[in-house]
């Protein structure tokens, strides 16, 4: 079963973004013209880009990608009755989700992720939160049948291996369970698209890697989930403000009819 994404507004928040800096959206070339003219941001790998972008990743201005995302996670967990489940949120990062993912009334939730910068943000804000560092392989120490409910949102494309993941996922969830999976679309990384922030005023990269959406589908069905749902958001003209309001019409041109964010849900 495959569903596009209704083209909807998706609302406009944030602070306008003062400068030129893309998070996420990053077109390298235009990038190059309108910031270093000779030089674009340099690649890092997640751990350390992560722990460097953690004390401004929650004050994102104008994103597309993580309005998008709101979107879909919203549209994936809403309308089932999630109260009193045991959570895992693999690549949590600061908790974008946690308030959402609180007011379930959760019995368990733990975070996992490879920066420590991310956790400690997440910590901040939800004291009571049970986090953990895993390894940039991305194998968080699940047991068997221990979770009604795995997440992982913006994740999935800075793990190399995916197989092994989904493999340790698959194991966690206990029959029944549900898997909510959304990242960066592969077809926007494939054609250039990079997940950037800015650090002490210089541009950086965050290493991802590009697996196609067929292939992730049919790995989970290897595992033995059922697929519930796909959505993804595209580049349309409802999302042009968002470009419009950066000066980057040019980036619109690209990205147009790309999408951008995918979420999927399974269950077990
Ligand atoms: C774009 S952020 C998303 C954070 C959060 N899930 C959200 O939606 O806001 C990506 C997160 O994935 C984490 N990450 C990167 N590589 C990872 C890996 N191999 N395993 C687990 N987490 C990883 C990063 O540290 C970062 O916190």
Redesign the pocket.
Same mark, same amino acid.
């Given at each position: 079963m495959r569903r596009h994404s209704q083209s909807r507004r998706l609302p406009v928040t944030g602070a306008r973004n003062p400068w030129p800096d893309f998070p996420y959206l990053l077109d390298m070339s235009l990038f190059q013209r309108i910031w270093k003219p000779n030089k674009g941001p340099s690649l890092k790998e997640?751990?350390a880009a @992560?722990d460097l972008w953690a004390n401004s990743y929650d004050d994102p201005g104008l994103n597309l990608v993580l309005d998008m *995302?709101a979107d879909i996670v919203e549209q994936l967990l809403g309308g089932m009755d999630l109260k009193g489940k045991r959570w895992a949120d693999? %690549?949590? %990062? +600061?908790g =974008? #989700?946690w308030s959402r993912i609180y007011q379930e009334a959760p019995v368990e939730l733990t975070g @996992? *992720?490879?920066?420590e910068g991310?956790l400690a943000k997440l910590v901040d804000k939800f004291p009571q939160a049970n986090v953990r560092k895993?390894a940039?392989? %991305?194998l968080a120490p699940l047991q068997k049948d221990s979770l009604d409910l795995l997440i992982s +949102?913006?994740?999935l494309a #800075?793990?190399a291996h995916i197989e092994p993941v989904f493999r340790l996922w698959a194991k966690a969830l206990a029959p029944g369970g549900l898997l909510v999976l959304t990242d960066f679309h592969p077809l926007a990384l494939d054609k250039g698209a990079q =997940?950037t922030f800015s650090h002490k005023g210089q541009p950086i990269a965050v290493k991802s890697y590009v697996h196609p959406l067929e292939g992730i589908r049919a790995l989970l069905a290897e595992m033995g989930l059922t697929e519930l749902r796909l959505l993804e958001r595209v580049v349309d003209q409802s999302v042009r403000s968002y470009y419009s309001n950066q000066s980057a019409l040019p980036v619109y041109e690209k990205y147009l009819g790309v999408p951008m964010v995918y979420g999927l849900l399974y269950r077990k």
């Open positions: 997640p751990e @992560y *995302d693999v %690549g949590c %990062g +600061t =974008r #989700h @996992y *992720d490879v920066s991310m895993i940039e392989d %991305g +949102t913006l994740a #800075h793990v =997940r």
